[in-house]
């Protein structure tokens, strides 16, 4: 398989959704306006994990474009929850691309613990074969969501899926306690907010002297 060809498309979706979910936050700040978006990550899944995952759900090679929905994966972080349903409105109003799928680990997190909202999106690229249409997964989270999902990812590769059981307990005591601190992090929402602004302004004050 070809595979630098065959992932060219979707390195260029990653790379234009990142710009254009990167433009949010600068617009938001150009307008000193709170952004929904704290920082964006993306990458092109890497042709080893490909190959796992296609092995572990049985897919033919000549499916693995239709099947596996996260070829490209954009991440958005956001400081609170509530940016999260601001987010996902936004990418719903957008015309620049369709919605196929929306999975809600966050009300229905997952056994693990983990917690995320994944919009599937079907993204026009222009290539110069003409228009295609190819299948990004944008998954959204907090930045508590996003450091448990990483040590966890870190922990569930070492043990290759056969995490023992008492850290499986204590990852999921974890997840709570990151979710308990998403709470009590937008109870005080408005004070952080104003501290930020505040942060800003004196940002920018210095940077014109
Ligand atoms: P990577 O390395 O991030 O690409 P399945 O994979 O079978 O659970 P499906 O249908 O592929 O299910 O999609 P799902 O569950 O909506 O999204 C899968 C992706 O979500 C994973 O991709 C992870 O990025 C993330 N994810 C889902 N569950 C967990 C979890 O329990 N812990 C962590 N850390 N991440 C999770 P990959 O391909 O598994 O991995």
Request: proline fraction near 3%; hydrophobic fraction near 35%.
């Amino acid at each position: 398989m070809d595979w630098e060809t065959l992932l060219a498309p979707y390195k260029q979706a990653v790379d234009e959704l990142k710009v254009k979910f990167r433009g949010i936050r600068e617009q938001s700040q150009k307008y000193n306006r709170h952004s929904p978006v704290e920082f964006v990550t993306g990458r092109v899944k890497p042709v080893n994990s490909i190959l796992n995952k296609a092995w572990q759900k049985n897919i033919l090679p000549e499916n693995l474009e239709n099947e596996l929905q996260d070829l490209a994966g954009l991440r958005i972080m956001c400081q609170f929850t509530e940016d999260i349903s601001t987010m996902i409105s936004l990418l719903r109003n957008r015309t620049d691309f369709e919605i196929v799928e929306e999975r809600d680990y966050i009300t229905h997190k997952k056994p693990s613990g983990y917690r995320s909202y994944h919009v599937v999106i079907k993204y026009p690229v222009q290539t110069l074969e003409g228009e295609r249409k190819i299948l990004v997964e944008v998954q959204i989270r907090t930045l508590a969501m996003n450091f448990w999902a990483t040590i966890e990812h870190s922990i569930n590769y070492k043990y290759q899926g056969q995490i023992p059981e008492n850290i499986q307990l204590r990852l999921q005591r974890a997840a709570e306690a990151a979710f308990r601190l998403d709470e009590e992090m937008s109870q005080i929402k408005g004070e952080i907010q104003e501290a930020q602004r505040l942060f800003n302004e004196r940002a920018e004050d210095a940077a014109d002297v």
